[in-house]
Every structure is written in C-alpha cells, then in structure tokens.
C-alpha cells in the first residue's frame, strides 16, 4: 500500500464520521459491549479514528513514584480509545444503538435518528484546557 492509498483510507475515516462531541454514545463491539457515555474526544490516527469516551473502557495505569518532584507511585484508572467502527449513537427513546441521517430542510442540514426519524439534539462539549 502506498503513500497515497494511506491518506485515502485516512480521509475517508475522518468524512464518515457522524458523531460530534458531547453525543451520547454505545460501544456495540470488543470487551466494553454495552457501556454507554458521552463523546469525550477525537483521536485520527494512521489506520482510522479513534474515540475516547466517558467512563468506558478503563485501563489500569501504573504511576511510577518521582521523589524528586514529589510524586507518589499509584494505580489509576484511565480511558482508552475505542475504534470508531465500534461506536453507535445512543437513541434514548428507543433505548438502544442506532444510525444517523442528514435531512435538509429550509437549507438547514439537521441529523435524525434512522428508526424513529426524531432530530437528535446536541449538547455542546467544551474540551477541556489541557
């Protein structure tokens, strides 16, 4: 595969992606099945994108102890990245996965739940400042 082949795969990722932070997401595939939380953040990556989302799929992290700095040595539990073909919307009405339309109406492109054709309503999520 070459340079070019790469960066196709890549862009195309990146234009199928539907979901926007703050949406309330399911994983529907790999060992976090069915653990629902809210978009967190957007990872592109070489082989695709990547989401990290909140509350799920936590890793165990080993903090090893600085003295110089005075950090201590611990265990902590963070978020790790789940592959965007494994992430679905979360339709409340319904109370499971589902997929997204574009409608546009009045010159307006609005996104829809496909079972049920409600317009899904977004909560804006600020990134954190770090």
């Not at 069915?34 to 799929?57: D, S, W």
Request: charged share 30%; glycine share 8%.
């Amino acid at each position: 595969m070459n340079l070019s082949e790469k960066i196709a795969r890549v862009v195309k990722a990146v234009a199928d992606d539907k979901l926007l932070l703050g949406d309330a997401v399911v994983i529907i595939s790999g060992s976090s099945k069915g653990q629902q939380g809210v978009l967190k953040k957007k990872i592109r990556t070489r082989t695709g994108l990547r989401y990290i989302i909140e509350n799920c799929n936590l890793l165990t992290k080993h903090q090893k102890p600085n003295p110089h700095a005075g950090i201590p040595g611990s265990i902590k539990k963070i978020e790790g990245s789940v592959h965007a073909s494994n992430v679905a919307i979360w339709n409340s009405e319904t109370q499971k996965a589902d997929k997204i339309r574009y409608v546009i109406e009045d010159g307006k492109k609005t996104r829809h739940y496909k079972s049920t054709g409600a317009e899904i309503q977004h909560q804006s999520f600020k990134k954190s400042g770090k």
